[in-house]
């Protein structure tokens, strides 16, 4: 296994799912939550090949066109393609702050992707025990802002495009402090600390 290979296509993954993900100057559309408006639709089948029609039947046809069919599908479709140069990765720890009545260490830190003519910064918040014992990391994806998983007025405040939501306060694309904590019951960091 090379390390430094797989390294480059997990930091390559996360860049394309950034800049997928990243809006246009007029927004995204609004996303269906509602189960009796999504429209039936039937998987192809993976052993068909899309232009011919025809069943694929031996592991060459799969290996050789099929396989690779549905990873640029995935490619063009979900995560994007891995870019060409290779991806410049910077880590900088914004703070670092004992938290939680002191049971943590709060560190923010920004992860500096750029690659080509293209830079992305990605902000991690991470909440580690006050231990010297290594200690396992959940990470989870947060799609309104590191400061609204716990109500903490040293956390910085998301800056990026954030989806409307009337339930946590957001208006006009933007997080603020009214958002502070809003998604907090989905994220138990001060049980997940004292576990």
Same mark, same amino acid.
């Given at each position: 296994?090379?390390?430094?290979?797989?390294?480059?296509?997990?930091?390559?993954?996360?860049?394309?799912?950034?800049?997928?993900?990243?809006?246009?100057?007029?927004?995204?559309?609004?996303?269906?939550?509602?189960?009796?408006?999504?429209?039936?639709?039937?998987?192809?089948?993976?052993?068909?090949?899309?232009?011919?029609?025809?069943?694929?039947?031996?592991?060459?046809?799969?290996?050789?066109?099929?396989?690779?069919?549905?990873?640029?599908?995935? =490619?063009?479709?979900? $995560? #994007?393609?891995?870019?060409?140069?290779?991806?410049?990765?910077?880590? +900088?720890?914004? %703070?670092?702050? !004992?938290?939680?009545?002191?049971?943590?260490?709060?560190?923010?830190?920004?992860?500096?992707?750029?690659?080509?003519?293209?830079?992305?910064?990605?902000?991690?918040?991470?909440?580690?025990?006050?231990?010297?014992?290594?200690?396992?990391?959940?990470? =989870?994806?947060?799609? $309104? #802002?590191?400061?609204?998983?716990?109500?903490?007025?040293?956390?910085? +405040?998301?800056? %990026?495009?954030? !989806?409307?939501?009337?339930?946590?306060?957001?208006?006009?694309?933007?997080?603020?402090?009214?958002?502070?904590?809003?998604?907090?019951?989905?994220?138990?960091?001060?049980?997940?600390?004292?576990?």
């Amino acid at each position: 296994m090379n390390v430094s290979h797989d390294l480059s296509f997990f930091w390559g993954l996360v860049f394309s799912l950034f800049l997928i993900m990243a809006p246009d100057a007029t927004g995204q559309p609004e996303a269906n939550y509602d189960e009796e408006k999504v429209p039936e639709y039937v998987l192809p089948s993976i052993l068909k090949g899309p232009q011919s029609g025809s069943e694929i039947t031996t592991v060459d046809e799969w290996e050789n066109r099929r396989r690779k069919e549905l990873l640029d599908l995935f =490619g063009e479709e979900m $995560y #994007g393609i891995f870019p060409g140069e290779e991806i410049k990765v910077n880590f +900088i720890v914004n %703070s670092s702050a !004992r938290a939680l009545n002191n049971q943590a260490i709060r560190k923010e830190i920004t992860i500096n992707l750029q690659a080509e003519d293209q830079e992305l910064d990605v902000s991690l918040l991470v909440y580690l025990p006050v231990s010297s014992e290594p200690t396992p990391v959940f990470l =989870g994806l947060n799609f $309104y #802002g590191n400061h609204t998983i716990i109500d903490d007025p040293a956390i910085t +405040i998301h800056r %990026s495009w954030v !989806r409307n939501n009337e339930d946590f306060g957001i208006q006009n694309n933007r997080a603020g402090e009214v958002n502070r904590g809003v998604r907090a019951s989905r994220w138990p960091v001060d049980y997940i600390i004292d576990r």
